[in-house]
């Protein structure tokens, strides 16, 4: 899983520069997905590890900053849903659509991570 971690880290890098460059390189909060995917990438390097333990550790650590990386694009995109219809001004769909991404990514990578944690348990290899 955590060779799988490393995927998600470098979509992400990738979905946050192209934000970023996609704005003119102005917005630097389009650099967010970048940030997140740095924190995977980084702890997904440190799970690739013979030790059992560790590698549980760096993968519950990666899990929970995919969960918090989801919520927050997610309800980030929510937000500019739901501004955007009660005041009738148009959205940044550059934003939003990279808001998207970021959840659809972390959301998947999450899902896919508790597999693999339910996956384990029911072989033992816990």
């Known amino acids: 899983m955590a060779k799988v971690t490393i995927a998600f880290a470098v979509l992400l890098i990738a979905l946050g520069l192209a934000g970023f460059l996609g704005t003119g390189s102005q917005h630097h909060t389009a650099l967010i ?22 590698r ?20 980030r995109a929510a937000f500019s849903f739901a501004n955007s219809s ?7 769909m550059i934003a939003v ?17 508790v597999r693999s944690f339910i996956a384990a348990r029911r ?3 816990v």
Not at 56 to 75: D, P, Q, R, W
Not at 97 to 113: D, K, N, T
Request: charged share 10%; with cysteine.
């Open 33 to 54: 997905p970048t940030w997140f995917g740095l924190a995977l990438g980084f702890f997904g390097f440190l799970a690739i590890s013979p030790d059992e333990a560790r």
């Open 56 to 75: 549980k550790l760096f993968m519950h650590v990666n899990v929970t900053i995919g969960l918090l990386g989801f919520l927050g694009a997610g309800g």
């Open 86 to 92: 009660s005041t009738g001004k148009p959205m940044d």
């Open 97 to 113: 659509g990279s808001q998207l991404a970021m959840a659809g990514l972390l959301g998947l990578y999450v899902l896919l991570c």
């Open 123 to 125: 072989t033992g290899k």
